[in-house]
């Protein structure tokens, strides 16, 4: 038998990965540090609660990267999801409709009518552009075209940053926001639909590829950390992998596929001067990241009946506020109600417990003065602190193709995919369309 293509991390960009292998009948083993499948979107049970690592959404829904490989395999229907389309804004004048479409723009009541004619001007032009065209965005700030808008339509680029990309807008490349305008536009074959596991717990995507992959013969083994890529001549004759018994064992193959953020993994997984200084230390420059602090909520009513409310502003910390329960009720136990509301914050924030309390502390009376109910239907918060939420996908100069390329010139055999590599969108399904953008060149690679 061949030499298994070792997969390196079970999250979504490893398991999209060995999933398309595996469908076209090629040996993968994937190796996953720790005990579950996952990654960044695993999740775990808290007092009978399905608490997602964040907060995770399935962008455009059918037309997402993650559904399209679901549906590649034949395996779409094994996935149960919720729509997720009762969204809304709130402002100091109340609630207001989240707009679906290019013609709800005009319907927006958060915002002025001669704002909501200047704001359809401005993303008309992005919604019909073409993917080539927004490269040559890439480079330029979404600020760019926002600072002169007005207070209340900048509130509404906030909003809609915090669902798109979970960041503010002088985060945003332009480039990368056009790109998610056209996912959107009904009229060039997309949609501004959004979904969620109708069990409850995001990593049961990873679930669904991972009986996928066993089914076609893969290999998957958790607690297994590899601690080194062997590199000889240029080419990858094996991985050094340590299990939970701190016994290292050779694993040999002529391929490897890393899928966690490459930034990290060229710093840790090869031997001195096998990689060139220079490129490491510009791909070491894409190594910046999105934190936040989220706290879960456990209700003993239901304080609203939306999914999702973005409080806008500059009076708010809050800047989202998921009613998960509200999506899928299979989160919580019975008579028990879901939520989790988040914000970003710095980096260093991340590590002070005593800044971190005093914003929740500020999280928690704002949405009481939103939902006056919310202080005495409170059974339990837990708070969590996120340096790492993300790899950089959607900053100037440092999207789509100035990410990390999916194989380094001169090494056979070694192959890079997740959300740091070359990929459009964020998070899960950035890493998802990395995988669609790379597994043929592996398939490639193993057929020479």
């Known amino acids: 038998m061949s030499l298994p293509t070792i997969i390196i991390g079970a999250g979504v960009g490893g398991l999209t990965t060995g999933a398309l292998l595996a469908h076209d009948g090629h040996n993968v083993m994937i190796l996953e540090k720790s005990t579950k499948l996952g990654g960044r979107t695993a999740s775990m049970k808290f007092k009978n609660h399905i608490l997602d690592n964040g907060f995770h959404i399935m962008p455009f829904y059918k037309k997402s990267a993650i559904f399209t490989i679901l549906k590649n395999l034949g395996i779409e229907s094994r996935l149960k999801l919720a729509k997720v389309d009762d969204i809304a804004f709130y402002a100091t004048t109340g609630f207001h409709i989240y707009p679906k479409g290019m013609i709800d723009l005009l319907k927006l009541s958060l915002i002025p009518f001669k704002s909501r004619v200047r704001l359809l001007k401005l993303l008309l032009p992005l919604a019909f552009s073409s993917i080539e065209k927004t490269e040559l965005w890439d480079e330029i700030p979404l600020t760019k075209i926002t600072n002169d808008l007005d207070a209340d339509t900048n509130a509404f680029f906030e909003a809609v940053c915090m669902l798109a990309f979970a960041d503010t807008a002088d985060h945003i490349s332009l480039g990368e926001f056009a790109r998610t305008i056209i996912r959107a536009n009904p009229f060039k074959g997309g949609t501004s639909e959004f979904a969620y596991p109708d069990g409850g717990g995001y990593d049961s995507i990873c679930h669904v590829l991972g009986d996928f992959i066993l089914e076609k013969g893969g290999d998957i083994q958790t607690k297994q950390s590899v601690k080194k890529v062997i590199i000889e001549n240029s080419k990858v004759t094996g991985v050094i992998v340590c299990d939970s018994s701190n016994s290292e064992k050779f694993i040999p193959t002529n391929s490897v596929v890393i899928s966690y953020p490459a930034y990290t993994a060229l710093n840790q997984l090869f031997e001195e001067n096998v990689i060139d200084r220079k490129f490491v230390q510009k791909i070491d420059k894409l190594n910046k990241t999105t934190s936040v602090v989220e706290v879960h909520f456990a209700l003993n009513s239901q304080i609203d009946t939306r999914q999702v409310v973005f409080p806008v502003g500059d009076d708010y910390v809050t800047k989202g506020i998921f009613f998960i329960s509200n999506i899928t009720p299979s989160v919580s136990p019975s008579g028990e109600h879901l939520i989790i509301a988040g914000t970003p914050v710095l980096p260093s924030e991340t590590e002070d417990s005593e800044k971190i309390k005093n914003i929740v502390s500020k999280m928690k009376q704002e949405i009481s003065s939103i939902y006056p109910k919310f202080n005495s ?72």
């Open 377 to 448: 239907a409170l059974l339990w918060e837990r708070p969590m602190a996120w340096k790492l939420v993300e790899s950089v996908v959607k900053e100037p100069g440092k999207v789509w193709k100035s990410k990390m390329p999916h194989q380094i010139p001169g090494i056979e055999g070694l192959f890079f995919v997740g959300d740091s590599t070359i990929s459009y969108g964020i998070g899960t399904d950035s890493a998802a369309h990395s995988s669609i953008l790379c597994a043929p060149k592996i398939e490639s690679f193993l057929n020479c």
